[in-house]
């Protein structure tokens, strides 16, 4: 078995044994109409439920701009490169660690923009975003 297999399966194992907690009551009877297990507030996905929807995703879909010349495609034998989301500590060229700022957002968000590479820019790169004194 190879590494993306044992993810995967890992991920349904997770899916089955431990579930996602699902805190909107709502939200909670859709799955449960669906034929998910649910003991509030966990509900808990057979592999056959998530293949069944990952089964109706589309191959590659399009990604629209609000100017056309920049729509990209999603999947099928396109690659596009993103920002990592989250960031939530700086290791400093010192290597000292701290929080992320406001600022590293500002500036994560520079380079991304500035990059050849990346055709998607969003998201928020630092979570902790407080203004440093």
């Not at 078995?1 to 009551?25: A, C, F």
């Not at 909670?28 to 089964?55: H, W, Y």
């Not at 999603?74 to 660690?97: L, M, Q």
């Amino acid at each position: 078995m190879d590494k993306l297999d044992r993810i995967h399966d890992t991920s349904l194992r997770i899916l089955r044994e431990i579930g996602i907690r699902l805190y909107h009551p709502g939200l909670l009877d859709i799955v449960r109409q669906k034929g998910i297990g649910v003991s509030v507030p966990t509900a808990f996905f057979q592999p056959d439920q998530v293949m069944e929807r990952v089964n109706k995703a589309p191959l590659e879909f399009t990604l629209y701009a609000r100017n056309p010349k920049y729509n990209i495609v999603i999947g099928g034998n396109h690659i596009e490169c993103a920002a990592g989301y989250g960031c939530s500590a700086i290791i400093e060229a010192d290597g000292h660690r701290r929080d992320t700022i406001l600022q590293d957002y500002v500036t994560f968000a520079k380079l991304v923009h500035q990059s050849a590479h990346f055709n998607i820019n969003g998201g928020i790169p630092g979570p902790t975003l407080r203004h440093r004194p």
